[in-house]
């Protein structure tokens, strides 16, 4: 079991910057979602137990950073350059099977769990 809790959503001007944190228990790849209203949850980022490989999906290379701290048990999306379509409901998820390879997952049934959510509004 991998608990999830995820922190740091707010309102935003586009241009401005967030940073999201995940408290993980558990050894596990880390990733980032997000879901907006009347649309389907997408890939946003993700990274490897061992924060060796990282992956991004295209609308948030250059502007969004995954990093991870095993000393902490946290995931972080560093948010920067936001965008009034970047709002959404961020999710952190977690997938400990084969947590030590280097593979990243991008689609979301290969998440097996998933923290509550948090707002993300950017204004234009």
């Known amino acids: 079991q991998v608990q999830l809790v995820e922190s740091g959503g707010g309102s935003v001007q586009a241009g401005g910057s967030l940073r999201l944190s995940c408290a993980a228990s558990g050894r596990t790849l880390l990733g980032w979602f997000r879901q907006a209203p009347g649309q389907e949850r997408e890939f946003v980022a993700a990274i490897t137990w061992s924060g060796g490989s990282v992956y991004y999906a295209d609308s948030a290379k250059g502007r969004f950073t995954i990093s991870r701290d095993n000393a902490k048990n946290t995931v972080y999306l560093q948010m920067n350059s936001l965008k009034p379509e970047d709002t959404a409901v961020y999710y952190c998820?977690?997938?400990?099977?084969?947590?030590?390879?280097?593979?990243?997952?991008?689609?979301?049934?290969?998440?097996?769990?998933w923290g509550q959510g948090t707002q993300v509004t950017v204004s234009s």
């Open positions: 998820a977690a997938r400990p099977r084969g947590f030590s390879g280097s593979y990243i997952y991008t689609e979301s049934y290969e998440y097996d769990y």
